[in-house]
């Protein structure tokens, strides 16, 4: 499938569901308070559902700080709106057995949704380090990695927050510093100057592509990238401190699985080695060709509750440490976050992996 056609499939269900969204979720809520569909509740309706896919087009084409608030606003609404549609669907199931007043339960709806969505916005701006200890053979010395995965550098998520994360893993004392791609977000116009805090990383950096790269335009983000400092691995190893890195770029079809490219990469297997791979595919790819140590991200872990339980249908190998072998998979929940300025379940994290000797 080429990827044109994957896009329009792509774009087709997604505008398909969201308008279907806020058609059930008017409709619904509209039917419990009670309100009389005049032409201001149309109005308000069409505006909302419009509000998203306006942002967009605007951001993408007009940079500045008004594009910027509209498309944080339009996109906190689509995150609200989620939860609206999952609380009243949950509420529409359960009402044939627990009887409430239709008004008081568009209360209830909305109470819990404002108060799910002010602790998602708050959450998402805390970053939590998450430890993991991974053995390896052939190590010549223990080693400090720090990932870093899916900052979505852009239009909600700038420099300020980029300068947050490299004091945050400066602190952590790394002795490398990968980068599992989405390191920008392709929302809105690409500022280079976003991305240069992470010149003031005191560790080695490498980073390979992920989908949002593609989408941004490579040509235009790889030497962005590495402007700031940061070596990018397109499909390519190199060794480090008797460590072999591994960095293959995101797969430009999305309908396809695995890892088609880790077989053709010359990989010495009696040196310990680390995979950066932007999808948390290629496990058993991966084992093959004598990986140690794969890293991924991409997934979020969903990033908004319940959301998590249809991503993991694409990617059973969703969030945390997974074992094939010998192989050793980590799925990153993201450093940032994509679309919605919320996060209500998952944390944003920077990941300290220790690496030991077996």
């Excluded at 896919?53 to 606003?73: I, K, Q």
Aim: proline share 4%.
């Amino acid at each position: 499938m080429n990827r044109i056609l994957a896009f329009v499939i792509f774009f087709g269900i997604f505008l398909s569901i969201y308008l279907g969204m806020h058609f059930y979720v008017f409709v619904r809520l509209g039917t419990l308070f009670n309100i009389k569909r005049a032409w201001q509740f149309y109005a308000v309706a069409i505006m909302l559902t419009l509000l998203f896919p306006l942002a967009s087009f605007v951001e993408r084409g007009f940079a500045g700080s008004g594009g910027r608030m509209l498309y944080t606003a339009a996109s906190t609404w689509f995150g609200i709106l989620f939860l609206l549609f999952c609380s009243v669907l949950l509420y529409d199931a359960l009402h044939f057995f627990v009887k409430v007043k239709p008004f008081f339960a568009g209360i209830a709806i909305v109470a819990v949704v404002l108060a799910l969505s002010i602790f998602a916005i708050l959450n998402a701006r805390f970053i939590t380090v998450r430890e993991i200890e991974i053995p390896m053979k052939g190590l010549e010395k223990e080693m400090r990695v720090v990932q870093l995965s899916d900052l979505h550098v852009g239009t909600t998520l700038t420099s300020g927050f980029v300068e947050k994360v490299v004091e945050k893993t400066n602190k952590l004392e790394p002795d490398l510093v990968l980068i599992t791609g989405d390191l920008v977000d392709s929302s809105g116009p690409l500022i280079e100057d976003s991305l240069m805090p992470l010149k003031n990383l005191n560790a080695k950096s490498f980073f390979t592509t992920g989908n949002h790269e593609q989408y941004a335009d490579l040509d235009k983000v790889i030497p962005m990238i590495e402007a700031a400092g940061t070596k990018v691995l397109r499909n390519e190893v190199v060794e480090y401190s008797g460590l072999q890195i591994v960095g293959i770029d995101n797969p430009g079809d999305r309908f396809r699985g695995g890892n088609d490219i880790i077989g053709k990469l010359q990989i010495d297997k009696k040196k310990p080695s680390v995979l950066m791979y932007h999808p948390p595919e290629g496990l058993e790819q991966a084992s093959a060709a004598g990986i140690n140590l794969q890293l991924s991200g991409h997934t979020h872990y969903g990033q908004i509750i319940p959301f998590n339980f249809l991503v993991k249908l694409f990617y059973p190998r969703i969030r945390g440490l997974y074992e094939l072998n010998g192989t050793y998979l980590y799925v990153s929940t993201g450093t940032g976050f994509w679309g919605p300025p919320m996060r209500l379940g998952p944390r944003s994290e920077i990941t300290l992996i220790k690496l030991v000797k077996a």
